[in-house]
Protein backbone atom coordinates (compact mmCIF):
# COMPACT_ATOMS: atom_id res chain seq x y z
CA UNK A 1 0.00 0.00 0.00
CA UNK A 2 1.07 3.60 -1.08
CA UNK A 3 2.34 5.43 2.55
CA UNK A 4 2.66 9.29 1.20
CA UNK A 5 5.38 10.68 3.57
CA UNK A 6 4.82 14.19 4.71
CA UNK A 7 6.90 16.67 6.45
CA UNK A 8 5.86 17.65 10.20
CA UNK A 9 5.71 21.19 9.27
CA UNK A 10 3.42 20.24 6.80
CA UNK A 11 0.94 18.44 9.07
CA UNK A 12 0.59 21.21 11.29
CA UNK A 13 -0.31 23.68 8.55
CA UNK A 14 -2.42 20.45 6.79
CA UNK A 15 -4.16 17.98 9.88
CA UNK A 16 -6.56 16.71 8.10
CA UNK A 17 -6.24 16.17 4.31
CA UNK A 18 -2.55 15.54 4.25
CA UNK A 19 -3.02 13.17 7.71
CA UNK A 20 -5.16 11.06 5.61
CA UNK A 21 -2.23 11.20 2.83
CA UNK A 22 -0.13 9.44 5.19
CA UNK A 23 -2.04 6.06 4.85
CA UNK A 24 -4.03 6.89 2.04
CA UNK A 25 -7.53 7.25 4.08
CA UNK A 26 -10.37 7.69 1.69
CA UNK A 27 -12.58 9.75 3.39
CA UNK A 28 -13.20 11.30 6.33
CA UNK A 29 -16.56 12.58 7.43
CA UNK A 30 -17.36 15.07 10.33
CA UNK A 31 -20.57 15.92 12.14
CA UNK A 32 -22.13 18.25 13.64
CA UNK A 33 -25.53 19.00 14.89
CA UNK A 34 -25.75 22.05 17.74
CA UNK A 35 -29.44 21.26 18.39
CA UNK A 36 -28.66 17.53 19.96
CA UNK A 37 -24.90 18.64 20.72
CA UNK A 38 -23.34 15.88 18.42
CA UNK A 39 -19.92 15.97 16.92
CA UNK A 40 -18.41 13.04 15.53
CA UNK A 41 -16.23 12.25 13.00
CA UNK A 42 -16.58 8.94 11.11
CA UNK A 43 -13.48 7.36 8.84
CA UNK A 44 -13.49 5.20 5.80
CA UNK A 45 -10.05 4.44 5.91
CA UNK A 46 -10.50 1.73 2.40
CA UNK A 47 -13.01 0.18 0.62
CA UNK A 48 -11.37 -2.28 -1.61
CA UNK A 49 -12.67 -5.04 -0.07
CA UNK A 50 -16.05 -4.22 0.92
CA UNK A 51 -18.13 -1.63 2.62
CA UNK A 52 -16.14 -0.21 5.48
CA UNK A 53 -17.03 -1.55 9.03
CA UNK A 54 -16.04 -0.78 12.49
CA UNK A 55 -17.67 0.51 15.83
CA UNK A 56 -18.56 4.02 17.38
CA UNK A 57 -16.53 4.87 19.83
CA UNK A 58 -17.76 7.40 22.59
CA UNK A 59 -15.01 9.24 24.21
CA UNK A 60 -14.20 12.92 26.27
CA UNK A 61 -11.70 13.85 23.72
CA UNK A 62 -9.01 16.56 24.69
CA UNK A 63 -9.20 18.38 21.32
CA UNK A 64 -10.50 17.48 17.71
CA UNK A 65 -7.09 16.43 17.15
CA UNK A 66 -6.96 13.85 19.63
CA UNK A 67 -10.46 12.59 17.96
CA UNK A 68 -8.94 12.67 14.53
CA UNK A 69 -5.47 10.72 15.05
CA UNK A 70 -7.95 8.30 17.38
CA UNK A 71 -10.51 7.51 14.39
CA UNK A 72 -7.33 7.62 11.46
CA UNK A 73 -5.49 5.24 14.21
CA UNK A 74 -8.68 3.01 14.25
CA UNK A 75 -10.04 2.63 11.19
CA UNK A 76 -6.81 1.95 9.32
CA UNK A 77 -6.52 -1.26 12.05
CA UNK A 78 -9.97 -2.52 10.64
CA UNK A 79 -8.50 -3.02 7.11
CA UNK A 80 -5.53 -4.90 8.21
CA UNK A 81 -8.17 -7.04 10.99
CA UNK A 82 -10.67 -7.46 8.29
CA UNK A 83 -8.08 -8.27 5.28
CA UNK A 84 -5.99 -11.31 6.98
CA UNK A 85 -9.51 -12.09 8.54
CA UNK A 86 -10.55 -13.00 4.88
CA UNK A 87 -13.27 -11.06 5.32
CA UNK A 88 -15.02 -8.82 2.34
CA UNK A 89 -15.17 -5.80 4.77
CA UNK A 90 -12.87 -2.53 4.53
CA UNK A 91 -11.85 -0.63 7.16
CA UNK A 92 -13.64 2.45 9.07
CA UNK A 93 -14.32 3.53 12.54
CA UNK A 94 -16.55 6.67 14.10
CA UNK A 95 -15.78 8.63 17.36
CA UNK A 96 -18.45 10.32 19.00
CA UNK A 97 -17.03 13.59 20.86
CA UNK A 98 -18.04 13.57 24.42
CA UNK A 99 -18.83 12.01 27.81
CA UNK A 100 -21.60 9.65 27.54
CA UNK A 101 -22.94 9.76 30.34
CA UNK A 102 -23.42 13.82 30.08
CA UNK A 103 -23.98 13.57 26.44
CA UNK A 104 -25.67 10.59 25.39
CA UNK A 105 -29.43 10.98 24.47
CA UNK A 106 -31.73 9.30 21.65
CA UNK A 107 -31.61 12.54 19.79
CA UNK A 108 -28.03 12.64 19.50
CA UNK A 109 -27.65 8.98 18.27
CA UNK A 110 -30.62 8.78 15.68
CA UNK A 111 -29.21 12.34 14.56
CA UNK A 112 -25.69 10.10 14.13
CA UNK A 113 -27.79 7.56 12.46
CA UNK A 114 -28.78 9.74 9.85
CA UNK A 115 -25.11 10.73 9.49
CA UNK A 116 -24.13 7.46 8.85
CA UNK A 117 -27.27 6.80 6.69
CA UNK A 118 -25.75 9.67 4.45
CA UNK A 119 -23.00 7.61 3.52
CA UNK A 120 -25.41 4.65 1.74
CA UNK A 121 -23.08 1.86 3.00
CA UNK A 122 -19.75 2.98 2.81
CA UNK A 123 -19.86 2.63 6.21
CA UNK A 124 -21.64 0.43 8.65
CA UNK A 125 -21.21 1.09 12.35
CA UNK A 126 -21.19 -1.29 15.78
CA UNK A 127 -20.49 -1.08 19.20
CA UNK A 128 -16.97 0.13 20.63
CA UNK A 129 -16.32 2.08 23.92
CA UNK A 130 -19.11 3.56 25.86
CA UNK A 131 -21.53 2.65 23.38
CA UNK A 132 -24.27 -0.23 24.47
CA UNK A 133 -26.59 -2.85 22.06
CA UNK A 134 -29.26 -0.44 23.32
CA UNK A 135 -27.61 2.56 21.42
CA UNK A 136 -26.87 0.49 18.40
CA UNK A 137 -31.12 -0.16 18.47
CA UNK A 138 -31.69 3.79 18.82
CA UNK A 139 -29.12 4.63 15.93
CA UNK A 140 -31.01 1.29 14.08
CA UNK A 141 -34.17 3.47 13.76
CA UNK A 142 -32.19 5.97 11.62
CA UNK A 143 -30.59 3.65 9.30
CA UNK A 144 -29.89 0.09 8.17
CA UNK A 145 -25.92 0.55 8.20
CA UNK A 146 -25.61 -1.17 11.70
CA UNK A 147 -24.29 -4.42 12.80
CA UNK A 148 -23.56 -6.56 15.86
CA UNK A 149 -27.51 -5.90 17.19
CA UNK A 150 -28.82 -8.14 19.73
CA UNK A 151 -30.10 -11.87 19.10
CA UNK A 152 -33.90 -10.96 19.79
CA UNK A 153 -33.43 -7.70 16.75
CA UNK A 154 -32.01 -10.78 14.43
CA UNK A 155 -28.49 -9.97 15.13
CA UNK A 156 -25.74 -11.65 15.93
CA UNK A 157 -25.88 -11.02 19.77
CA UNK A 158 -22.63 -11.22 21.83
CA UNK A 159 -19.31 -11.62 19.92
CA UNK A 160 -17.50 -12.47 22.84
CA UNK A 161 -17.88 -16.65 22.58
CA UNK A 162 -16.63 -16.81 18.90
CA UNK A 163 -13.75 -14.06 20.00
CA UNK A 164 -12.37 -16.61 22.76
CA UNK A 165 -13.13 -19.53 20.25
CA UNK A 166 -10.25 -17.75 17.75
CA UNK A 167 -7.85 -16.50 20.28
CA UNK A 168 -7.74 -20.60 22.05
CA UNK A 169 -6.95 -21.75 18.16
CA UNK A 170 -4.73 -19.11 17.21
CA UNK A 171 -2.64 -20.35 20.65
CA UNK A 172 -2.83 -23.90 19.73
CA UNK A 173 -1.34 -23.03 16.88
CA UNK A 174 1.48 -20.94 18.42
CA UNK A 175 1.95 -24.04 21.05
CA UNK A 176 2.44 -25.63 17.99
CA UNK A 177 5.26 -23.17 16.67
CA UNK A 178 6.68 -23.35 20.09
CA UNK A 179 6.69 -26.84 21.51
CA UNK A 180 6.01 -28.61 17.79
CA UNK A 181 2.77 -29.54 18.96
CA UNK A 182 -0.98 -27.50 19.68
CA UNK A 183 -2.22 -29.92 22.39
CA UNK A 184 -2.02 -27.01 25.53
CA UNK A 185 -2.47 -29.85 27.85
CA UNK A 186 -0.08 -28.65 30.89
CA UNK A 187 0.85 -25.63 29.56
CA UNK A 188 0.67 -22.57 32.14
CA UNK A 189 -1.10 -20.08 30.95
CA UNK A 190 -1.63 -16.88 32.88
CA UNK A 191 -5.09 -14.86 31.23
CA UNK A 192 -5.25 -11.21 32.26
CA UNK A 193 -8.69 -9.93 32.17
CA UNK A 194 -11.91 -12.67 32.42
CA UNK A 195 -14.75 -10.76 31.18
CA UNK A 196 -16.73 -12.02 28.24
CA UNK A 197 -13.56 -13.33 26.02
CA UNK A 198 -11.41 -13.89 29.17
CA UNK A 199 -14.10 -16.20 30.82
CA UNK A 200 -14.68 -17.88 27.67
CA UNK A 201 -10.83 -18.54 26.86
CA UNK A 202 -10.40 -20.06 30.23
CA UNK A 203 -13.32 -22.51 29.39
CA UNK A 204 -11.59 -24.02 26.10
CA UNK A 205 -7.98 -24.32 28.05
CA UNK A 206 -9.36 -25.98 31.62
CA UNK A 207 -11.14 -28.37 29.44
CA UNK A 208 -7.38 -28.92 27.23
CA UNK A 209 -6.06 -29.68 30.53
CA UNK A 210 -3.64 -26.51 30.78
CA UNK A 211 -2.97 -24.88 33.83
CA UNK A 212 -4.58 -21.82 34.47
CA UNK A 213 -3.70 -18.59 36.40
CA UNK A 214 -6.44 -15.68 36.06
CA UNK A 215 -5.90 -12.22 36.86
CA UNK A 216 -8.66 -9.04 37.18
CA UNK A 217 -9.71 -6.55 39.16
CA UNK A 218 -13.10 -7.31 39.46
CA UNK A 219 -12.31 -9.29 42.77
CA UNK A 220 -16.05 -11.07 42.29
CA UNK A 221 -15.31 -12.69 39.41
CA UNK A 222 -12.11 -14.08 40.30
CA UNK A 223 -13.95 -15.65 42.58
CA UNK A 224 -16.55 -16.69 40.41
CA UNK A 225 -13.93 -18.21 37.28
CA UNK A 226 -11.79 -19.80 39.74
CA UNK A 227 -14.32 -21.99 41.25
CA UNK A 228 -15.98 -22.69 38.00
CA UNK A 229 -12.94 -23.41 36.04
CA UNK A 230 -10.55 -24.40 39.07
CA UNK A 231 -8.58 -21.73 37.92
CA UNK A 232 -5.57 -20.25 40.16
CA UNK A 233 -6.13 -16.41 40.87
CA UNK A 234 -2.86 -14.26 41.34
CA UNK A 235 -2.23 -10.78 42.41
CA UNK A 236 -1.28 -7.84 39.99
CA UNK A 237 1.92 -8.00 41.75
CA UNK A 238 4.22 -10.61 40.71
CA UNK A 239 1.79 -11.62 37.74
CA UNK A 240 4.51 -11.34 35.66
CA UNK A 241 7.23 -12.80 37.10
CA UNK A 242 5.49 -16.14 37.39
CA UNK A 243 6.95 -19.08 35.52
CA UNK A 244 4.57 -19.38 32.58
CA UNK A 245 4.31 -21.08 29.17
CA UNK A 246 2.01 -18.40 27.96
CA UNK A 247 0.44 -14.66 28.22
CA UNK A 248 -3.03 -14.39 27.21
CA UNK A 249 -3.67 -10.55 27.61
CA UNK A 250 -7.10 -10.41 27.38
CA UNK A 251 -8.52 -6.52 29.39
CA UNK A 252 -5.91 -3.95 28.04
CA UNK A 253 -3.78 -2.25 25.83
CA UNK A 254 0.05 -1.50 26.13
CA UNK A 255 0.76 -4.49 28.50
CA UNK A 256 3.44 -5.44 26.52
CA UNK A 257 6.26 -3.06 27.21
CA UNK A 258 9.54 -2.07 28.59
CA UNK A 259 8.63 -3.15 32.53
CA UNK A 260 6.79 -6.21 31.59
CA UNK A 261 8.87 -7.63 28.73
CA UNK A 262 11.82 -7.18 31.40
CA UNK A 263 9.80 -9.55 33.45
CA UNK A 264 8.00 -12.10 31.44
CA UNK A 265 9.26 -15.30 31.29
CA UNK A 266 6.32 -16.89 28.79
CA UNK A 267 7.14 -18.07 25.79
CA UNK A 268 4.06 -16.98 23.98
CA UNK A 269 2.00 -14.09 24.06
CA UNK A 270 -1.29 -14.71 22.37
CA UNK A 271 -4.61 -12.64 23.85
CA UNK A 272 -7.93 -10.80 22.83
CA UNK A 273 -7.31 -7.04 24.09
CA UNK A 274 -6.49 -4.74 21.30
CA UNK A 275 -3.31 -2.83 20.86
CA UNK A 276 -1.53 -5.05 23.49
CA UNK A 277 2.42 -3.93 21.74
CA UNK A 278 2.71 -0.33 23.65
CA UNK A 279 5.19 0.49 20.79
CA UNK A 280 4.42 -1.90 17.48
CA UNK A 281 8.07 -1.17 16.05
CA UNK A 282 10.15 -1.24 18.92
CA UNK A 283 8.43 -4.17 21.19
CA UNK A 284 7.33 -6.02 17.88
CA UNK A 285 11.01 -6.77 17.32
CA UNK A 286 11.73 -7.09 21.05
CA UNK A 287 9.71 -10.02 22.06
CA UNK A 288 11.49 -11.84 19.27
CA UNK A 289 14.72 -11.03 20.64
CA UNK A 290 13.18 -12.14 23.55
CA UNK A 291 13.02 -15.83 22.43
CA UNK A 292 8.98 -15.20 23.11
CA UNK A 293 6.07 -16.11 19.82
CA UNK A 294 4.11 -12.90 19.58
CA UNK A 295 0.84 -13.59 18.23
CA UNK A 296 -0.13 -10.33 16.46
CA UNK A 297 -3.53 -9.12 18.62
CA UNK A 298 -5.39 -8.11 15.69
CA UNK A 299 -5.33 -12.21 13.58
CA UNK A 300 -5.89 -13.50 17.37
CA UNK A 301 -9.26 -11.31 17.76
CA UNK A 302 -10.32 -11.54 15.06
CA UNK A 303 -13.27 -13.31 15.94
CA UNK A 304 -15.66 -10.50 16.72
CA UNK A 305 -15.69 -8.46 13.38
CA UNK A 306 -16.18 -12.48 11.82
CA UNK A 307 -19.39 -12.57 13.80
CA UNK A 308 -20.16 -9.87 13.07
CA UNK A 309 -19.44 -10.17 9.40
CA UNK A 310 -22.06 -13.07 9.50
CA UNK A 311 -24.30 -11.13 10.94
CA UNK A 312 -24.36 -9.07 7.25
CA UNK A 313 -25.14 -12.38 5.92
CA UNK A 314 -28.20 -13.68 7.57
CA UNK A 315 -26.57 -14.86 11.06
CA UNK A 316 -25.44 -18.33 11.53
CA UNK A 317 -23.35 -18.81 14.40
CA UNK A 318 -21.71 -22.43 13.53
CA UNK A 319 -20.67 -20.84 9.98
CA UNK A 320 -18.87 -17.34 12.18
CA UNK A 321 -17.25 -20.02 14.38
CA UNK A 322 -16.53 -22.09 11.35
CA UNK A 323 -14.70 -18.64 10.03
CA UNK A 324 -13.15 -18.31 13.65
CA UNK A 325 -11.23 -21.78 13.06
CA UNK A 326 -9.30 -20.64 10.12
CA UNK A 327 -7.04 -18.15 12.72
CA UNK A 328 -6.00 -21.37 13.20
CA UNK A 329 -4.08 -21.24 9.88
CA UNK A 330 -3.93 -17.44 9.50
CA UNK A 331 -1.76 -17.83 12.57
CA UNK A 332 0.29 -20.70 11.59
CA UNK A 333 0.87 -19.20 8.05
CA UNK A 334 2.35 -15.69 9.64
CA UNK A 335 4.94 -17.63 11.63
CA UNK A 336 6.23 -19.10 8.84
CA UNK A 337 6.15 -16.10 6.75
CA UNK A 338 8.01 -14.41 9.57
CA UNK A 339 10.55 -17.03 9.89
CA UNK A 340 11.14 -17.35 5.97
CA UNK A 341 11.69 -13.51 5.75
CA UNK A 342 13.28 -12.66 9.21
CA UNK A 343 10.95 -10.39 10.13
CA UNK A 344 9.13 -9.75 12.95
CA UNK A 345 5.71 -11.30 13.38
CA UNK A 346 3.65 -8.20 13.64
CA UNK A 347 5.17 -7.20 10.55
CA UNK A 348 4.21 -10.35 8.88
CA UNK A 349 1.10 -9.90 9.89
CA UNK A 350 0.78 -6.21 7.91
CA UNK A 351 2.22 -7.91 5.22
CA UNK A 352 -0.53 -10.54 5.01
CA UNK A 353 -3.35 -7.68 5.46
CA UNK A 354 -1.52 -5.36 2.69
CA UNK A 355 -0.67 -8.83 0.09
CA UNK A 356 -4.58 -9.73 0.09
CA UNK A 357 -5.56 -5.98 -0.37
CA UNK A 358 -3.29 -5.57 -3.13
CA UNK A 359 -4.01 -8.79 -4.89
CA UNK A 360 -7.92 -7.74 -4.51
CA UNK A 361 -7.77 -3.97 -5.84
CA UNK A 362 -5.92 -6.09 -8.78
CA UNK A 363 -9.30 -8.02 -9.61
CA UNK A 364 -11.10 -4.96 -9.19
CA UNK A 365 -9.51 -3.50 -11.95
CA UNK A 366 -10.36 -6.13 -14.13
CA UNK A 367 -13.51 -5.59 -15.96
P1 LIG B 1 -14.78 -7.05 29.18
O1 LIG B 1 -14.98 -5.63 29.57
O2 LIG B 1 -15.93 -7.98 29.24
O3 LIG B 1 -13.63 -7.69 30.11
C1 LIG B 1 -12.45 -7.02 30.45
C2 LIG B 1 -12.02 -7.55 31.80
O4 LIG B 1 -10.75 -6.98 32.13
C3 LIG B 1 -12.98 -7.17 32.94
O5 LIG B 1 -13.29 -8.31 33.71
C4 LIG B 1 -12.19 -6.13 33.74
O6 LIG B 1 -12.51 -6.15 35.12
C5 LIG B 1 -10.77 -6.60 33.48
N1 LIG B 1 -9.78 -5.55 33.69
C6 LIG B 1 -9.86 -4.21 33.43
N2 LIG B 1 -8.73 -3.59 33.80
C7 LIG B 1 -7.90 -4.54 34.29
C8 LIG B 1 -6.59 -4.53 34.81
N3 LIG B 1 -5.90 -3.40 34.94
N4 LIG B 1 -6.05 -5.70 35.21
C9 LIG B 1 -6.73 -6.86 35.11
N5 LIG B 1 -7.99 -6.93 34.63
C10 LIG B 1 -8.56 -5.79 34.23
O7 LIG B 1 -14.10 -7.02 27.75
P2 LIG B 1 -14.08 -8.21 26.70
O8 LIG B 1 -15.22 -8.07 25.77
O9 LIG B 1 -13.85 -9.50 27.42
O10 LIG B 1 -12.77 -7.82 25.87
C11 LIG B 1 -11.48 -8.03 26.41
C12 LIG B 1 -10.43 -7.40 25.51
O11 LIG B 1 -10.50 -7.97 24.20
C13 LIG B 1 -10.63 -5.89 25.29
O12 LIG B 1 -9.35 -5.30 25.18
C14 LIG B 1 -11.36 -5.80 23.97
O13 LIG B 1 -11.09 -4.58 23.30
C15 LIG B 1 -10.75 -6.96 23.23
N6 LIG B 1 -11.62 -7.53 22.18
C16 LIG B 1 -12.83 -8.01 22.51
C17 LIG B 1 -13.65 -8.57 21.53
C18 LIG B 1 -15.00 -9.14 21.87
O14 LIG B 1 -15.56 -9.87 21.03
N7 LIG B 1 -15.54 -8.88 23.04
C19 LIG B 1 -13.22 -8.60 20.19
C20 LIG B 1 -11.96 -8.10 19.88
C21 LIG B 1 -11.16 -7.55 20.89
Known sequence: MEVK??????????????????????????????????????????????????????????????????????????????SVAGLNLGGGKAVIIGDAKKVKSEALLRRFGKFVNSLGGKYITAEDVAMTSRDMEIIKMETDYVSGLPEN??????????????????????????????????????????GHVGESLVGHLSKEGAKV?????????????????????????????????????CALGATVNDETLSRLKCKVICGAANNQLANEVIHGEAV???????????????????????????????????HAEKIYDTTWNLFQMAKKEGIPTYMAANKLGEQRLEAIARINAVL
Open 5 to 82: AIKDTDLANNPVIAQMGLNNHEQVVFCNDNATGLKAIIAIHNTILGPSLGGTRMWAYNNEMEALNDVLRLSRGMTYKS
Open 153 to 194: MGGSGDPSPVTAYGVYVSMKASAREVWGSDSLNGKKILVQGI
Open 213 to 249: YINDINEERLKAVADKYKAEVVKADGMFDLDIDVYAP
Open 288 to 322: GKQGILYAPDFVVNAGGIINVYYELEGYNSERALA
